[in-house]
Every structure is written in structure tokens, then in C-alpha cells.
């Protein structure tokens, strides 16, 4: 009677291919590419590296960067209510193409969802 992650039910492998499917889309997004480093692949790497620990999988991103503070990392980009569904939109779009599917897709997407709102912190009219 074995406790199964998040992570262990969707995989590493499918895990990274849904990362890579993101940022593809985040570079090529209109509202997100702007406040984005060119280069995703570090970017995309420490995703990868808290999405793992963030679905009960080992904890690869607190042991290279510390504590996530994920609201105060984002501080210095103007995460607005339009970019928050942007991301989000750019995340089910990589759900699609990986088909990450059923419930762990549901469980994964509405923690992101939470998650995004929480990021946050300028006003639409602001840019
Ligand atoms: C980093 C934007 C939501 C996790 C970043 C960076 C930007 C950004 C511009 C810096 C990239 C870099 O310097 O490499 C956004 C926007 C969001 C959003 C517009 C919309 C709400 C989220 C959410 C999560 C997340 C929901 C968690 C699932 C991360 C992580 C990093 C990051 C782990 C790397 C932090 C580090 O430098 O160690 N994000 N983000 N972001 N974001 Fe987001």
C-alpha cells in the first residue's frame, strides 16, 4: 500500500517533455517572450527542477537554489492578471501536446492555476 506521487504517476520523461512544450510557447507568446530571458534553457531547467519537488518528487530545485520564495522571485517582472492567463494558457496548450491527460493533468493544472494567481503583482493597466 505503496504512497505513488504526483510525479512517479506522470513521470520524469513526460514531465520534461511538458516543460520543453511550455517554453516553447512562452518564447513565442506576444505578452510573455517580453519579460523572458531569449535563452529558455536555464529557465526550463529550473521548472523542470520545481515541478519535481512541487508533485511530491525529490526536492531538485530547493537543493541547488534554496527555498522556492516563488511570489518574491517574480517581484521584479510585472506579472500581470493578463499574463497570469497567458502562462496558464501556455501550460494547457503543452498539456495538450504531451497528453498529459485525467486526473493528473486536473490535480497538476488547478494547483497552477492557484499558483499563477498567487504571482501576481501588478495591475493589467500598468505596462
Ligand atoms: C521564473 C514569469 C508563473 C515558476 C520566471 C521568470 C519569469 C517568470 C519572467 C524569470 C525567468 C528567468 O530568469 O530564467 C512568470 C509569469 C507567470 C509565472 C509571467 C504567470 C503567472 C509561474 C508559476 C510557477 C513559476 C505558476 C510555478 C509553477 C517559476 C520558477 C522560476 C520562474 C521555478 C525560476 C526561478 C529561479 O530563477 O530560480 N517566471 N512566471 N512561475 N518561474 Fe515563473
Given at each position: ?45 529550473k521548472q523542470t527542477q ?28 510585472p506579472i500581470t492578471p ?46
Amino acid at each position: 500500500n505503496k504512497y505513488i506521487s504526483q510525479y512517479e504517476k506522470i513521470g520524469e520523461n513526460k514531465l520534461r517533455q511538458l516543460v520543453n512544450a511550455f517554453y516553447h510557447r512562452v518564447g513565442q507568446h506576444p505578452d510573455l517572450a517580453p519579460i523572458f530571458p531569449k535563452d529558455l534553457t536555464e529557465t526550463a531547467r529550473k521548472q523542470t527542477q520545481f515541478l519535481t519537488q512541487f508533485l511530491g518528487g525529490p526536492p531538485l530545485y530547493t537543493s541547488e537554489h534554496g527555498h522556492p520564495r516563488l511570489r518574491a522571485r517574480h517581484l521584479p517582472f510585472p506579472i500581470t492578471p493578463k499574463r497570469a492567463e497567458s502562462w496558464l494558457n501556455c501550460m494547457r496548450e503543452a498539456m495538450d501536446e504531451v497528453e498529459l491527460t485525467g486526473a493528473e493533468r486536473e490535480e497538476l493544472y488547478s494547483r497552477l492555476v492557484i499558483t499563477a494567481h498567487h504571482m501576481i503583482n501588478s495591475p493589467d493597466e500598468y505596462e
